[in-house]
Each structure stands twice: as structure tokens, then as C-alpha cells.
């Protein structure tokens, strides 16, 4: 694969490295915080990790007319500070992105201001060495930090996702720069998501959700599954009925009581689903009727993901609320490469 297959527009720069970084501040090239320059050697050694050419199609916004080739999703990669190995990573998030199920271009339009959760099961998530523990959604992990930020930087760079063009959120949030996390499937007393899914242990995939901020929610007390699951509930309500998918990620600390019990992951859906429901004056801002009726915050169990993740210690979970209706967005799970 020679440097000459690449037909992305070049930027010669003197070799200074702050020069380089400037550049791409002023063509706009930034999510607000410095990028790493992308050379063409280096984008080569991500496409030959993926072993993709240049040219090849990996996802299609329909909506927006724009086309995202392993090109282009490489340079963006390299810019966003990933290694090579991460490529196939990215290249699934974004296969799985511009299926019709998830709607990239509503999520990313609307005033709503979601991020897009990615979830990484599998063996790979181990070898990239994806955080899945302490300090789950904050800093402090490359793979966590720069694959994220490789998506946010397609968005924006490839597909017009630019804050206050395309990208309208009212308000927005820093899942946004990005938003990825791993299962602690040791931790975990049920099968990670990607078996969940359909998919066999070995293998490795990701799974992506258009979502709002988590909602942290404490409980030190509870000493069996119904008390945790009615602290869950309680910060599904607070989110108000959306019927699309929460995502409930419960910390080893509070899934040892599940395991101790022998709840499947089965039974712990279904009995949040019946928890979360709260009566029309709860719920007067979305929903009309009489007071007293109550109404279900989604519209079955499998509105609800639940997976393990987060520092060994705490009596901590969180609820992650969906962007939209499930007409809206789906959640897609893909297949990595290997």
C-alpha cells in the first residue's frame, strides 16, 4: 500500500510540532483539545492493521450524503491519539453507527444531546486493556479515552457533526468527547452483552447506544437484589417513561448481591421492568392520564441492558438514560474484525 493511495488533502507544515497542531485548529479539524498531526505513514500503518484500502466504503449517512471510508476513518484515529490496534475497534463502532437501527444523523442533530455509549465485550476489550474498573467513566485510560474520541472526531470532521451547525444539543455533556467502557465479565455472575446478543464468547463486538449523562444512584444498605432493584428503579423514574433502552450498569460491590441470591440476568430485567413504573402525577411532565395509573418507564424487559462494570469498592450503580424513543435509536451490536 503505497503513501499515493491516500487522496485526503495534504497540509505541509515545517517540522515544528506546535505549527502542526495549529493547523488543524484552524481548519477546524478539533474537538476543542489538541490533536496529534496525522502523517501518511502513520494512517497506512492503521489501514494495514485493519487491512482495509483507502478507498473502502465502512459506513454510509444516507441522511447527510456522506460516504466514510477506512481512509478517512484512520486519519481521524491517528488524530484523536489511538494506536494502530484500536482501528478495528473504531471501524465497528462506526459500521454500527450508520446502520438504520441507530440513526446517526438524528442522534447527532438533535437538541436532545446524546453521546454514543459504546460498550467493548469480549477478548479484545482485555487485550486493548479497556477499562472496565475504578474511575469507570472518567480519564485516565488511553483505549477508553482515544477511541471515543476518534468517533466524535468522524463525527464532526467527516459527517458535519460540528456544535452549533449540525450538532444542536441544548445542552450536551462530556460523554461527548467520549464515552467507552468494558464489562468486567470476571466480576460478573451473568454472560457479558455480546452473548446477550447472539454472539459467542470468543468473539469480540461492540455495542453502541445513543444516550444521555448516568445517573449515579447511591444504596449502602440493601442486602438483597429487591432493594437494589428498587434504588434502580427510583432513577429510572426520575428520567421520566421513555420506552427506548436504559442501560443499567451495576458495580461488582452491589452484583454480589444478585450472584449470592442466584438471580439471572433474565430475572433481574424482568423485575426492574415491574419496579419502574410510576403513576401519571409522577410522571405529569411526560404523560397524561389519571393520577393514580400507573405507567411503565419502558415497554418491556428488553428495554433494559444490564451489565458489570466499575472500582471493586463502593455501593455505587448507574442508570444510563436513552436519547429517544425506540423509534428513535436502537442500540447495534457488531462484530470486530479480528
Known amino acids: 500500500m503505497s503513501a499515493q493511495t491516500l487522496t485526503s488533502d495534504r497540509v505541509e507544515v515545517d517540522l515544528d510540532l506546535s505549527q502542526a497542531i495549529e493547523a488543524c485548529y484552524e481548519r477546524g479539524w478539533t474537538d476543542g483539545l489538541p490533536v496529534v498531526p496525522a502523517s501518511e505513514a502513520r494512517v497506512l500503518e492503521f489501514l494495514e492493521v485493519s487491512g482495509d484500502q483507502p478507498a473502502d466504503v465502512i459506513g454510509v449517512v444516507e441522511t447527510r450524503g456522506r ?4 481512509e478517512k476513518i484512520a486519519i481521524n484515529a491517528v488524530m484523536a491519539g489511538c494506536l494502530p490496534e484500536y482501528m478495528p475497534v473504531v471501524k465497528a463502532i462506526v459500521q454500527a453507527m450508520t ?5 446517526w444523523h438524528g442522534s447527532i442533530a438533535s437538541t436532545g444531546g446524546s453521546a454514543q455509549l459504546v460498550v467493548v465485550s469480549g477478548p479484545i476489550a482485555r487485550a486493548l486493556g479497556v477499562n472496565h474498573g475504578v474511575n469507570l467513566f472518567g480519564p485516565g ?22 456544535p452549533g451547525l449540525l450538532d444542536r444539543s441544548t445542552f450536551g455533556f462530556g460523554g461527548k468527547y467520549s464515552f467507552v467502557i468494558a464489562e468486567d465479565e470476571e466480576a460478573s455472575p451473568w454472560e457479558p452483552l455480546h452473548v446477550q446478543r447472539g454472539l459467542k464468547p470468543e468473539e469480540s463486538a461492540i455495542t453502541v447506544f445513543a444516550v444521555h449523562s448516568p445517573t449515579q444512584f447511591i ?6 437484589p429487591e432493594g437494589l432493584i428498587a434504588s434502580a428503579a427510583d432513577a429510572m423514574r426520575y428520567t421520566g417513561p421513555n420506552h427506548a433502552e436504559f442501560v443499567v450498569v451495576w458495580s461488582p460491590e452491589h452484583i ?10 433474565r430475572q433481574a430485567m424482568e423485575a426492574l421492568f415491574h419496579a419502574a413504573h410510576g403513576s401519571v402525577a409522577e410522571l405529569r411532565v411526560r404523560v397524561r392520564g389519571d393520577d ?7 415497554s418491556t424487559p428488553d428495554g433494559i441492558t444490564m451489565l458489570v462494570a466499575g472500582g471493586d469498592a463502593g455501593g455505587f450503580s448507574v442508570v444510563i438514560s436513552p436519547w429517544g424513543a425506540a423509534y428513535m435509536s436502537r442500540s447495534v451490536c457488531q462484530t470486530i474484525e479480528p
Not at 446502520?99 to 440513526?103: A, L, P, V
Not at 454480589?256 to 440476568?265: I, N, P, S, V, Y
Open 67 to 70: 460516504v466514510i471510508t477506512a
Open 99 to 103: 446502520t438504520n437501527d441507530f440513526n
Open 141 to 162: 485510560f488511553r483505549p477508553n479515552a482515544t477511541i471515543g474520541r476518534a468517533v466524535r472526531l468522524i463525527i464532526m470532521n467527516v459527517t458535519g457533526g460540528v
Open 219 to 224: 444504596d449502602h444498605s440493601s442486602n438483597t
Open 256 to 265: 454480589l448481591r444478585f450472584k449470592q441470591a442466584g438471580w439471572t440476568k
Open 292 to 298: 393514580s395509573e400507573l405507567r411503565p418507564i419502558v
